[in-house]
């Protein structure tokens, strides 16, 4: 007779850790296609003329002009911003739905996982504003006139320079729209999740990448 193997759950630090972890490994493959993102939605900013048309056109122009490694500028504060947010965001999630789960293992109504879900958005994305403010600098620094970059070093240099220039509130510009987008995402990914997964095993269906 075989034992049945027993399945330790981590712990939620490591819940946390895992979270964060992924979304850093992610970030680190696509960010110049975020750069280049960035620099595409800016341009023709000011009623100037649009200089970039395609993504290609965008990747050249930029290890043309700055170099092959300014592909990944900002990356920095986009890996801080993916142990902040991300690391939140998802260690709430999982935290505060086992919390609301049943004593027999049954997962919270649907409104209560939407309400789960907005809650961890909101506070990771509270948490996460800080680099993402840098990151967006950062990351939209190489169009601006030589004279007027910021060049900023590194996310803590950013970090530094913006409470020391504008203040620390300057940190959080922008947050409350961050914080609406965040609610909307985490309950369309998460909580979209969560839900189809929890109907599928109740149909009696067990997929294994689930």
């Known amino acids: 007779m075989c034992e049945a193997q027993v399945h330790k759950q981590p712990s939620k630090l490591m819940k946390f850790v895992l979270g964060g972890t992924a979304g850093m490994i992610a970030t680190s493959t696509v960010q110049p296609l975020d750069l280049v993102k960035t620099r595409m939605q800016m341009s023709g900013e000011g009623g100037s003329t649009k200089a970039h048309v395609s993504t290609l056109q ?21 890996l801080l911003r993916q142990a902040t947010y991300t690391t939140t965001r998802l260690g709430i999630y999982t935290s505060l739905f086992e ?15 939407v309400g789960i879900g907005m809650t961890a958005g909101v506070i990771g994305s509270f948490v996460g504003t800080p680099t993402e403010v ?5 990351t939209a620094d190489g169009r601006l006139p030589v004279a007027e970059r910021r060049s900023y070093t590194h996310v803590f240099n950013a970090l530094y320079r913006i409470v020391k220039e504008e203040g620390l509130l300057a940190l959080w510009r922008g947050a409350v729209p961050t914080m609406g987008r965040a609610a909307v995402v985490n309950v369309a990914q998460l909580v979209s999740y969560s839900q189809f997964k929890q109907m599928f095993l109740e149909y009696g269906k067990s997929y294994a990448f689930l």
């Not at 050249?60 to 986009?78: D, N, T």
């Open 99 to 113: 919390h609301f789960s049943s004593s027999g293992g049954s997962a919270p109504p649907f409104l209560a996982k």
């Open 58 to 78: 965008v990747i050249r122009a930029i290890v043309a002009r700055e170099g092959f490694f300014k592909l990944y500028a900002g990356l920095s504060a986009a």
């Open 134 to 138: 840098c990151l967006i600098r950062m």
